[in-house]
């Protein structure tokens, strides 16, 4: 578990308590930017919470991104891997289809996938959210779900009719070659 330890100077190290709070130092909570030289900034308006730090140049860096997700968008994860960034991207899918295939153009090319493709479908009640790939306890009932050897498609296969599930999405993971 991580924790954000407030000390109210660097020569003493003292940590903030309820009973020394008005002695925090370095440090602001607000909306707007800080004008008198905080190290640390939380933004807090009534839509957001961020954390800034001040960088050596003195300019405030978020420190935590909240990863924004639009469906059909690309953006970083965050990660690293072989030294290039990984992305993300969740596909609206739709209906799933009636014990056939179909294939669902992601907007992609010339990437690598870094984690296996993976996603949910429901109804428009939202009544039951079930994983893709779904695993079924008979054979008809199983839904398969899995990008082209170039990753421009997804492909869902259905071995029944499954197209009263309306609502799909997949989310890919990949770096950019």
Known sequence: MSRIKFEN???TKTPINADNLNKLNNVVISSEEPTTGEEVWIKKTDTEKEIYVK???GVYEEF???????TGVEYETGRIINGKKEYGKRISCGALPNNT???IETGLTNVSLTRPVTGFFTDTTQYS???LPYISSYLAGLVSVYATKTNTKVT???GEDKSA????YVDLYYTKN
Not at 64 to 70: A, L, N, Q, R, S
Not at 165 to 168: A, C, E, N, P
């Open 101 to 103: 295939t179909k294939d």
């Open 156 to 158: 869902i296969k259905t």
């Open 165 to 168: 599930y309306t609502i799909s």
């Open 9 to 11: 100077s660097p020569s």
């Open 55 to 57: 960088n050596d140049n």
């Open 129 to 131: 959210v079930f994983p």
């Open 64 to 70: 935590y991104k909240p990863i924004k997700i639009t």
